[in-house]
């Protein structure tokens, strides 16, 4: 069975993002097991995005870019230089779930800037949750769920399942490791966006689109 069938066979799906799945598959060329990694980690083809712009795009250009975007520490200008600038620490714990440690000082700049629909549920912590830390994360796995998002920042470990698949068929890639590079590029596109707000101004869900859609304009 193909991939198309397997993975866009169900008719209540929309056409239209099926042919842009195709239209992508056949622009960047990627092995198949490649392709069904991303579209797992997407879940859906990201809204604003059209696989034309694919067509004569640097693919190891692009995913270099998106991978030193995801492992650069905060893009604050004040802190960028620094060669022990504070930065969010991500791991795996031994039950499978992203654990992350973040730095106040730097977080509360994030948290007081959050977006005007964000609220944060006070009675819903447990002693010696840090409010601030806990709403960061809050916002970090919000935007962490956006198709656009999850393919974005899936891109790095799609171009390793495709080299892994072209050289042995097989493909090892660790999904906690992926859904982990896709926080970290979240994070760092919220603290992005922050750096470019006017003063007073929030973080807005159309900031943070146009930032993402960038990472593969550029």
Known sequence: MSIWKRFFGDPSKERDETEYWKEFALNVQLHDSALVLLYASAGAWPEGVHPDQFSSANWLALVSRVRAYIEMPYPLAGLRERADAPRPTYKISDEGRIMREGHHMID?????????????????????????????????????????????????ATSEAHDMASKSGKVMIVPEHVSMQIYMGVENTLFDVYEHLSEGARITDKAVKLNLQSLLNA
């Open 108 to 156: 509360l700049a994030l948290f007081q800037c959050k977006p005007s629909w964000f609220r944060l549920e006070l009675d819903g912590l447990s002693s010696g949750q840090n409010p601030v830390a806990v709403g960061t994360w809050g916002m970090i796995e919000h935007y962490s769920k956006w198709p656009l998002a999850r393919f974005v920042f899936s891109l790095p």
